[in-house]
């Protein structure tokens, strides 16, 4: 925390004073969300099953009541965390990484995640909303430009869109992996979080 405007920053020595998870994480400038009266934010769990990069990587949320002492790692709740899949997208899906938590039209959270090393495609993950777990079936991935690298979502009530910038692989450039592909910025939108428009 910085009680001057980022001059100076608290240091998270212990679990009341901002170490919130011990061991290895993974995370990337993605929002939080602030839902039904709670915190929520995507993170991977760097698990211990494996030191090989991408397959190392679970999903996972951690959540904490708004007016709690956001600081004190006792007023966090995190959720069970979704193991790599090597069966995913038929064989060619490579880590968990980068997720938005996002909130549905209904109500709902849920992480819209990257899978990296896939064609542009995303995956959504639903978590419940008391925070402690997370699921997801394998019908659950949907196409979305630019998916295949980090990306930020966020809604507008005006439009009641999902809004996106993100970095779009051009035919000219189908031959490159996808998530080396960061060169084409283009906005896309979407009412479902499963069906993407680009504009």
């Known amino acids: 925390r910085s009680d001057d405007y980022g001059k100076t920053w608290t240091i998270p020595y212990d679990g009341k004073n901002g170490l919130l998870l011990e061991g290895e994480y993974h995370t990337a400038p993605t929002p939080v969300l602030i839902h039904k009266g709670r915190i ?13 990069w991408g397959e190392r990587y679970s ?8 007016n709690s002492d956001l600081m004190n790692a006792g007023n966090w ?16 899906f490579q880590a968990w990484l ?3 938590v996002v909130a549905t039209p209904s109500g709902e ?13 995303m995956a959504l993950v639903k978590v419940n909303l008391s925070g402690d777990s997370v699921s997801f079936a394998s019908s659950d991935f949907y196409d979305m430009p ?9 809604y507008d009530t005006v439009t009641q869109r999902y809004w996106s910038l993100v970095n779009e692989v051009p035919d000219s450039l189908q031959q490159i992996s996808p ?18 428009k680009r504009h």
């Open 179 to 196: 998530n080396s592909v960061r060169n084409m910025v283009t906005l896309v939108s979407s009412l479902d979080l499963k069906k993407w």
């Open 59 to 66: 999903a996972m949320v951690v959540s904490a009541p708004l």
């Open 77 to 92: 709740t995190r959720t069970n965390h979704l193991y790599y899949n090597p069966d995913y997208l038929n064989g060619s």
């Open 109 to 121: 959270v849920v992480r819209v995640q990257v899978p990296k090393g896939h064609k542009e495609v």
């Open 98 to 100: 980068e997720g938005n």
């Open 40 to 52: 929520w934010r995507a993170v991977e769990y760097a698990t211990a099953r494996t030191t090989k």
């Open 146 to 154: 630019g998916a295949a690298k980090k990306f930020t979502i966020r």
